[in-house]
């Protein structure tokens, strides 16, 4: 069965940093593109970054970009969201999506948590 676990949120102080995780089981990541979207209360999912699930140049938001880095360990079947010079408004849940390149499949993870806060 297909599975998108992520790990690594929790609660950190503006300016602080945090490293996602999201493992993937029951099917290769590099056959899929590995995105990161977030959810904060009140608005919409927004698409934070993507990654080719084999590598291959990242993309992001302009409201992330040179702040996260999304990298890709096809050995460790994991895609990982590096998130520096945290703000207020990063604070949201995180979600790990997997789309394959075959549009065959569409998965999701069960969100992380990310609060930024004194």
């Known amino acids: 069965q297909a599975q998108l676990v992520e790990s690594g949120g929790g609660s950190v102080q503006p300016g602080g940093s945090l490293r996602l995780s999201c493992a993937a089981s029951?099917?290769?990541?590099?056959?899929?593109?590995m995105s990161w979207y977030r959810k904060a209360p009140g608005k919409d999912r927004e698409w934070v970054a993507s990654?080719?699930?084999?590598?291959?140049?990242?993309n992001y938001a302009i409201s992330v970009e040179g702040r996260f880095t999304i990298s890709v360990d096809v050995a460790r079947n994991t895609v990982y969201l590096q998130m520096n010079a945290l703000k207020y408004e990063d604070t949201a849940v995180y979600y790990c999506?997997?789309?394959?390149?075959?549009?065959?499949?569409?998965?999701w993870g069960q969100g992380t948590q990310v609060t930024v806060s004194w």
């Open positions: 990654i080719s699930g084999s590598g291959g140049a990242p």
């Open positions: 029951g099917f290769l990541a590099s056959s899929a593109a």
């Open positions: 999506n997997a789309y394959s390149n075959s549009g065959t499949f569409d998965y």
